[in-house]
C-alpha cells in the first residue's frame, strides 16, 4: 500500500475514528486503527466491538493494500511531522513508513486480517434524518441519561418512529426528557431502539448543521451513514420503561421567567452546593421568584427575580445541576415552569418537547 495525503486531512480523520479506542483494551489489534484503500481515498476504521467508526478522506494513491497501526502513535507522529504533505507506504513484515524529503519514521503496524469486521447492512430499510433535527433533539435529551450501570436499560436514548415521527427519550429516574420531531422524509418503518450514550457522544460529535444521514437498524445493531462518517453500534436490548405514564396533564400553575436570568440565578445558588445538600431552594410568589441556598458549614445565598405568576404560593427544592442542564440547552429566551406543589414534579413544555424533574427535599 502507498499513498500520499494532506496532513490535516489525515489527523482530522484520525480524530475522528479513535475517539471510541480505550487505553487498555483485553485485545491489542483493538488498540489500532484499520487503513484501507479505496478509489483516490483511504478508509480508517476503529472499533471497540460495541462501537464502530469509520472515515473516509480522499488521497493520492499509488498502490492499493491495508494494514492497522497503532491509533495514539500514529496520530503523535501525524501530528508532529513537520510538512503537510505525509508519504505512508507499507512494506514486508506488516512494516509501515510515515516520511517525506527530510523526515522519516517506521513503525510496526498488524495485518488487516487480524481486525474485526463490523457488521453489514444488506436488504435492511433506510430511514433519512436531517442532521440539524437530530441534532438538536440529542442536545435536548442527552443529559438525562443515566450511568447506573445496574440500570443499563437507561444507560442510553431511546429512539422511536411511529408515523414519521421521530422520538427521543431519556431517563436517569429522576427526570424525563422527551423530544420529537416529525421527519422530512415520510417513512413507513414503525421502530424502537435503545442507542447506548458513548454512540450518542460521537453522533453528536460528528452531526453537522446541514445535510442529512441515513439510519439502517439490523439485529441488535444500527448503523448512522452520515457521509464521510458512518458510525455502528450495539444496541440495548430490553425493554424501555413507559415514560407516557410519568407526563402529568398540562398544569394552568405556570411560572413564566427569563431563561438565561434563571439559569445563572440557580448557578450562583448552586456555588454552594455539597453532596449531602444539593437542593437549592425555589420560593414562588406573585411575580416573584426567590432562589435561596443554605448549607451549614459552607455558607447562604438568596437572590430574588422577576416572574410572571398568578398561581398559589409554593416552596420547592430541586437539584440545581437538573435545572441547569435544560436551561443551558434551551434557546428560548423565556420558559414556562409547570408548578403543582412542593412534592409533585416541575415541568418544562415546549413545542415538541417535554422536561420533567422530580424535586428534591430541603434540608
Known amino acids: 500500500m502507498k499513498f500520499k495525503v494532506q496532513k490535516d486531512n489525515l489527523i482530522t480523520a484520525i480524530q475522528t475514528v479513535q475517539n471510541i479506542i480505550t487505553a487498555k483494551s483485553a485485545l491489542p489489534i483493538l488498540s489500532n486503527i484499520l487503513i484501507e484503500t479505496q478509489q483516490e481515498a483511504i478508509r480508517l476504521t476503529a472499533t471497540d466491538l460495541d462501537i464502530g467508526i469509520t472515515c473516509v478522506i480522499p488521497v493520492d494513491i499509488q498502490e492499493q493494500g491495508a494494514i492497522t497501526i497503532p491509533a495514539k502513535r500514529f496520530s503523535d507522529i501525524v501530528k508532529e511531522f513537520p510538512v503537510d504533505i505525509v508519504n505512508f507506504t507499507t512494506k514486508k513484515n506488516n512494516l509501515v513508513v510515515i516520511d517525506s524529503e527530510l523526515c522519516q519514521f517506521k513503525i510496526m503496524g498488524l495485518a488487516k486480517e487480524e481486525f474485526p469486521k463490523l457488521p453489514e447492512f444488506k436488504d435492511k430499510k433506510v430511514i433519512k434524518i436531517d442532521q440539524v433535527v437530530l441534532k438538536e433533539i440529542l442536545t435536548l435529551t442527552s443529559f438525562a441519561v443515566s450511568f447506573d ?3 443499563y436499560i437507561l444507560n442510553g436514548i431511546l429512539f422511536k418512529i411511529n408515523k414519521g415521527v421521530l422520538t427521543l427519550v431519556s431517563t436517569d429516574g429522576k427526570r424525563l426528557a422527551v423530544a420529537e420531531r416529525k421527519l422530512s422524509v415520510d417513512s413507513d418503518v414503525d421502530l424502537s431502539i435503545i442507542v447506548p450514550i458513548k454512540t450518542i457522544h460521537e453522533l453528536n460529535r460528528n452531526l453537522k448543521e446541514e445535510g442529512g444521514l441515513s439510519l439502517v437498524v439490523g439485529s441488535n445493531q444500527a448503523l448512522f451513514d452520515l457521509g464521510s ?23 394552568e400553575n405556570k411560572m413564566k421567567i427569563g431563561r438565561n436570568q434563571f439559569l445563572l440565578a440557580v448557578k450562583r445558588a448552586a456555588l454552594l452546593a455539597t453532596p449531602d445538600y444539593q437542593a437549592v431552594k425555589l420560593e414562588v410568589f406573585k411575580n416573584k421568584l426567590v432562589i435561596s441556598k443554605s448549607t451549614p458549614d459552607v455558607g447562604e445565598f438568596h437572590e430574588e427575580l422577576a416572574a410572571e405568576y398568578q398561581g398559589r404560593e409554593l416552596i420547592i427544592g430541586f437539584n440545581p445541576v437538573y435545572l441547569i442542564d435544560i436551561l443551558k440547552n434551551l434557546s428560548d429566551e423565556a420558559v414556562n415552569l409547570e408548578l403543582t406543589d412542593g412534592e409533585k414534579p416541575g415541568v418544562i413544555r415546549i413545542s415538541g418537547y417535554i422536561y420533567i424533574v422530580l424535586p428534591m427535599r430541603i434540608n
Open 149 to 151: 450501570e445496574t440500570r
Open 229 to 251: 462518517v458512518v458510525i455502528i453500534s450495539r444496541l440495548i436490548e430490553g425493554e424501555f420503561p413507559d415514560y407516557k405514564q410519568v407526563v402529568p396533564p398540562v398544569s
